[in-house]
């Protein structure tokens, strides 16, 4: 996986057409399908994050152990493949037994994703 410092705009996949999709709110590269959405409501650094299955166009930070409201977890930064913006963490362990379902997942933050419906006018 690609660092978060070095340059991958040129890797940026043009994925999702026509379909809803959340893309980076800086750069606007497809991050995640809508329908791979579990939960909204969750914590990011700066306000509310979506707890998701996968993303896309994203290269992960170093692994940290990060306390959180819900215990320690084993975390990566997300960042986006196109404009390298910090858009989120991956969960890849938690020390809580009731906290092991958030691992292999992404937290995105609200405030770095925007929300394409993808919707069409039929003229």
């Known amino acids: 996986m ?3 410092l070095s340059d991958t705009r040129t890797q940026v996949a043009q994925i999702y057409d026509n379909q809803p999709k959340y ?3 800086q750069c606007s590269a497809s991050i995640a399908l809508q329908d791979e959405l579990i939960s909204k409501a969750f914590s990011g ?3 509310r994050g ?3 299955h ?3 166009n994203v290269k992960l930070g170093a692994k940290e152990e990060r306390p ?3 215990g320690v977890h084993t975390v990566a930064d997300v960042f986006c493949l ?3 913006d910090r858009i989120g963490w991956y969960y890849h362990s938690a020390s809580e037994h009731s906290q092991k379902y958030k691992e292999g997942k992404y937290l995105l933050e609200k405030e770095r994703i925007i929300k394409d419906n993808a919707w069409t006018l039929n003229e």
């Open 23 to 25: 893309v980076c709110a």
């Open 54 to 56: 996968s993303a896309s």
């Open 68 to 70: 959180l409201l819900t």
């Open 82 to 84: 196109g404009c390298n």
């Open 2 to 4: 690609a660092s978060a």
């Open 45 to 47: 650094r700066d306000g």
């Open 50 to 52: 979506y707890l998701m």
